[in-house]
């Protein structure tokens, strides 16, 4: 359920930068950045993400090629 869509953003952003340094395949680190924007939609402003939740999050993650 929608908590709050406040810092989806900079989680989905620190995830993606956090994955590629680390050397995650692209369709990789965005579906890690996804579900982790998406578990902060899901957790009180300010509060960490559960690792947990974002686990359980990005297999529901579908990355599809454009064009």
Do not use: K
């Amino acid at each position: 359920d929608l908590v709050t869509t406040v810092g989806a953003g900079d989680a989905m952003v620190a995830a993606l930068a956090m994955a590629r340094q680390r050397g995650d395949a692209p369709a990789d680190a965005l579906r890690l950045a996804v579900a982790c924007a998406a578990a902060s939609c899901m957790t009180n402003g300010g509060e960490c993400l559960s690792p947990g939740l974002v686990r359980e999050l990005q297999p529901r993650v579908r990355i599809e090629p454009v064009g």
